[in-house]
């Protein structure tokens, strides 16, 4: 890793995990010292690779409204759910970086939905609040990978930005696979605004045709 100094496991634990739709995967948990940012990060270890294969990696950041409450307004729960499911099945780990709101934290993100109830999509809702469209960094991400061994991976996820922070830090993407496609009537201007903004792999002509029936339904 580029000029980053080396992170450390700190603890492994096995947790059983529990879904509400009842899926269950074991994991196991771990833990890092000497993370650049100072923040509690945790890896998922789920599966094991086949020989000769890379690992499914997904860099996931924490969304209480979603990941918790399973708020309809983003597709953060159903993406973790799958991406559970997906690495188990293959083999790798989920990174679950806590970076609340694309890195602005829990209340500016409640902040920037009360702006887009107004009419503001998520990214001129956060530049309105004087805030960047996305705060993240994936260097203590890159510094959990290699702590735990892996230098090559293929990545599941819509953003091409994760995979792109990845390889200038070092790690080698093999390959980007996409997530599904999670749609509500409240959440398809959240997802068509961030393949406009931010270039994320998802259908456009199907988020317009349904954030257009959207808006004639009032929903």
Not at 31 to 37: A, I, R, S, V, Y
Not at 155 to 161: E, T
Request: proline share 5%; aromatic share 6%.
């Amino acid at each position: 890793m580029p000029d980053t100094p080396a992170a450390t496991p700190r603890a492994r634990v096995r947790v059983p995990l529990r879904f509400q739709d009842g899926y269950r995967a074991d994991a196991e948990l771990v833990t890092f010292h000497g993370l650049l940012d100072g923040a509690e990060h945790l890896a998922v270890v789920l599966g094991d690779p086949a020989p000769g294969t890379v690992p499914l990696v997904r860099l996931h950041s924490e969304c209480l409204t979603g990941d918790v409450f399973g708020s309809a307004r983003c597709d953060c729960g159903p993406q973790l759910r799958e991406a559970v499911e997906r690495i188990a099945g293959r083999g790798g780990v989920l990174l679950y970086l806590r970076q609340e709101g694309r890195g602005i934290g829990l209340y500016n993100k409640l902040d920037a939905y009360a702006l887009q109830d107004r009419g503001l999509d998520t990214y001129e809702a956060n530049a309105a609040l004087g805030l960047p469209e996305d705060d993240r960094d994936y260097t203590a991400a890159a510094q959990m990978l290699r702590a735990l061994g892996i230098t090559e991976l293929d990545l599941l996820s819509n953003n091409p930005d994760k995979a792109g922070q990845l390889r200038d830090l070092g790690v080698s993407v093999r390959d980007r696979v996409p997530t599904g496609v999670f749609t509500t009537t409240h959440n398809v201007r959240y997802l068509r605004a961030k393949v406009l903004q931010t270039q994320h792999t998802l259908p456009l002509a199907q988020l317009t045709d349904r954030a257009e029936h959207a808006d004639l339904t009032g929903s």
